[in-house]
């Protein structure tokens, strides 16, 4: 079983069940150009959990069907697991990644990982990626900062909605092309 910060518990917890959450369901989770991102940082650990819809970081959202197709889910998925190029930690913080973990309703998990099945999923809708990421961090009081490099490899991505929780407390941001960093109070 997987461990998940009582941090990050509490932390979307009181997110969902704030007042301003409605602004985020009352457009529905699955908004194109939009991801929501959860962020914890619990003594060494960084876990990050990313939510978007498929059309985001592939040209379609279903089931892939062509080898071009699985092809970009190949390309998707190696770039989503060299995570330590899509969150840029400051160097004295010592982050080093640790795990990732990707789904989605739509693609195998043979193709995800890199091997070349996936014909074993049939979906048509409108889907969505989940994807997990930890570091370990060897001095996490460095971490003042993270720059969410994601929009520079998925163009079509143009907004993350991020809630955040660290011992200092909890906060939310907003993230664009344009602003991308992550201010963090340990």
């Given at each position: 079983m997987k461990h998940i910060p009582i941090c990050l518990v509490l932390g979307i917890c009181i997110w969902v069940f704030s007042p301003d959450a409605g602004h985020a369901h009352e457009h529905g989770a699955h908004v194109?150009?939009?991801?929501?991102?959860?962020?914890?940082l619990d003594g060494p650990n960084v876990d990050i959990e990313l939510e978007t819809p498929l059309d985001n970081v592939l040209?379609?959202?279903?089931?892939?069907k062509t080898a071009e197709e699985k092809r970009e889910v190949q390309t998707m998925a190696e770039t989503l697991r060299r995570a330590e190029a899509l969150f840029l930690f400051p160097a004295a913080a010592g982050c080093e990644l640790k795990e990732v973990s990707l789904e989605s309703e739509?693609?195998?998990?043979?193709?995800?990982s890199g091997k070349d099945g996936g014909d074993t999923v049939n979906f048509e809708g409108h889907a969505d990626l989940d994807a997990d990421f930890s570091f370990v961090c060897r001095n996490p009081q460095a971490i003042t900062r993270i720059e969410v490099?994601?929009?520079?490899?998925?163009?079509?991505?143009?907004?993350?909605?991020?809630?955040?929780?660290t011992p200092a407390g909890q906060k939310s941001a907003e993230l664009t092309g344009r602003d991308n960093i992550l201010t963090v109070t340990p």
């Open positions: 194109h150009g939009a991801a929501a991102m959860n962020l914890a040209s379609f959202e279903y089931t892939p739509a693609i195998s998990e043979e193709l995800l490099a994601l929009f520079k490899y998925f163009p079509r991505l143009n907004e993350i909605e991020v809630q955040m929780v």
